[in-house]
């Protein structure tokens, strides 16, 4: 089955910087890259995805980019703000009947003014 | 705003105990997950469901936990008997057609078992 590996599991950045989070998978088939944003006592909430036949989507301060050779993508947050504090998950799956949405451990990205 | 419906929020139990958790998707997802998630960590998937149908539960620890949508609406995780490794937040998440759509969260059920 699928395995997502992710990395760091803490970071801490100064208000303005920029944070990046890089995930691996490990299934080939894996087409559908979601990041979820939990603060805490909250649920996850998506806010931002990505799909296989694109290589980089962009909302806003945040930008995903993925490179399916190399079974990873990575997750950028530009001119973080204290309220970009939380913990952040990726997650992986395949388009396959049957699959499911496999999460890293997660990141705790810690912004300070 | 449809939101995935968790109940209850929290629960204490004693261990050796059943406890029994039920989660209403939003209407018209076809599919439903059942997360565990240790604080700290990333939720880890316990059970898929497909309409009425498991489509993956090999992480389920079937000696003690079981999981049901009998009408492929809404769901009950049960765990019986409890242990206190069992203490963990378990979130309900439904998407509208498997792993490749989005997943919604519910508020989840934080259990202590004591």
């Known amino acids: 089955g699928e395995n997502v590996e992710q990395h760091p599991s803490t970071l801490s950045v100064q208000e303005g910087d920029s944070a990046v989070i890089k995930c691996t998978y490990s299934?080939?088939?894996?087409?559908?890259f979601p990041w979820y944003k939990q603060e805490l006592g909250k649920r996850p909430q998506l806010i931002i995805d990505?799909?296989?036949?694109?290589g980089e989507k962009k909302d806003q301060r945040i930008a995903v980019t993925l490179n399916k050779t190399a079974k990873h993508f990575s997750l950028h947050i530009t001119e973080t703000q204290p309220e970009d504090s939380a913990v952040y998950f990726c997650?992986?799956?395949?388009?396959?009947?049957?699959?499911?949405?496999?999460f890293g451990k997660g990141t705790t990205l810690s912004v300070s003014s | 705003e449809a939101e995935v419906a968790q109940s209850p929020r929290y629960k204490i139990t004693e261990k050796s105990q059943a406890v029994a958790f039920w989660c209403d998707p939003i209407?018209?997802?076809?599919?439903l997950y059942w997360y565990r998630q240790i604080l700290g960590q990333g939720p880890e998937l316990l059970v898929q469901?497909?309409?009425?149908?498991?489509?993956?539960d090999s992480q389920l620890p079937k000696d003690r936990f079981s999981a049901e949508r009998l009408k492929g609406v809404d769901s009950t995780l049960k765990i019986q008997p409890a242990e206190l490794g069992d203490s963990a937040m378990y979130l309900c998440?439904?998407?509208?057609?498997?792993?490749?759509?989005?997943?919604?969260f519910g508020q989840g059920t934080r259990l202590t078992v004591v």
């Open positions: 469901f497909q309409d009425e149908s498991v489509v993956d």
């Open positions: 990505i799909r296989s036949n694109v």
């Open positions: 998440a439904s998407s509208l057609d498997g792993g490749n759509t989005e997943a919604f």
């Open positions: 209407s018209g997802h076809a599919t």
């Open positions: 299934d080939s088939a894996s087409n559908y």
């Open positions: 997650a992986a799956s395949a388009n396959q009947a049957g699959t499911a949405l496999i």
